[in-house]
């Protein structure tokens, strides 16, 4: 029976390190607020300059779960998603969720408010293939033509809650 045991425990324990290896730590609503308010005040104070810094996949703006993203709603498109690089040059007035949603729009609206603001949508975590349930803070760039945010994803969130 011990023999059994110590097979199945080394059989399961290497499924269990690969899971927890394959999903970092979850990023938190405060740090995505902080974060997203750093790049609001690195845009403010440089431009486009600071534009490079933030689209690094591997810099301080992409973190745990979760990543620091930039649009141009003026001009209706994104700049800056380094999880997603594919998506820059889109038109974020048009992009649509998982679910169907347009969220590009209410994006572009919530963050004209001057403290910003929150949105849900559904989309997919970086490293995964599966939507969730995603809550991003959205904010206009004071003096610059950019909007900036940053999500939480809603742990056991399925797109179709």
Same mark, same amino acid.
């Given at each position: 029976m011990q023999k059994l045991i110590i097979a199945l425990c080394s059989a399961v324990a290497p499924l269990l390190t690969d899971a927890a290896e394959a999903r970092p730590e979850a990023a938190g609503a405060a740090e995505v607020v902080d974060r997203v308010n750093e790049a609001v005040e690195l845009l403010a104070a440089r431009g486009e300059r600071a534009l490079p810094a933030l689209a690094a996949a591997d810099g301080r703006f992409v973190w745990k779960d979760t990543y620091v993203f930039v649009v *141009?709603?003026?001009r209706d498109r994104v700049v800056v998603n380094p999880a997603f690089p594919?998506?820059? !040059? !889109? *038109?974020?007035?048009?992009?649509v969720d998982y679910a169907g949603y347009a969220y590009g729009k209410e994006l572009c609206r919530i963050a004209q408010n001057p403290a910003g603001g929150w949105l849900d949508y559904v989309w997919l975590r970086p490293g995964e293939d599966k939507p969730l349930r995603k809550r991003s803070y959205v904010r206009a760039v004071p003096g610059q033509p950019y909007q900036v945010g940053a999500g939480i994803y809603i742990a056991g969130a399925a797109a179709d809650e």
């Amino acid at each position: 029976m011990q023999k059994l045991i110590i097979a199945l425990c080394s059989a399961v324990a290497p499924l269990l390190t690969d899971a927890a290896e394959a999903r970092p730590e979850a990023a938190g609503a405060a740090e995505v607020v902080d974060r997203v308010n750093e790049a609001v005040e690195l845009l403010a104070a440089r431009g486009e300059r600071a534009l490079p810094a933030l689209a690094a996949a591997d810099g301080r703006f992409v973190w745990k779960d979760t990543y620091v993203f930039v649009v *141009d709603c003026e001009r209706d498109r994104v700049v800056v998603n380094p999880a997603f690089p594919e998506r820059v !040059g !889109g *038109d974020i007035k048009q992009h649509v969720d998982y679910a169907g949603y347009a969220y590009g729009k209410e994006l572009c609206r919530i963050a004209q408010n001057p403290a910003g603001g929150w949105l849900d949508y559904v989309w997919l975590r970086p490293g995964e293939d599966k939507p969730l349930r995603k809550r991003s803070y959205v904010r206009a760039v004071p003096g610059q033509p950019y909007q900036v945010g940053a999500g939480i994803y809603i742990a056991g969130a399925a797109a179709d809650e």
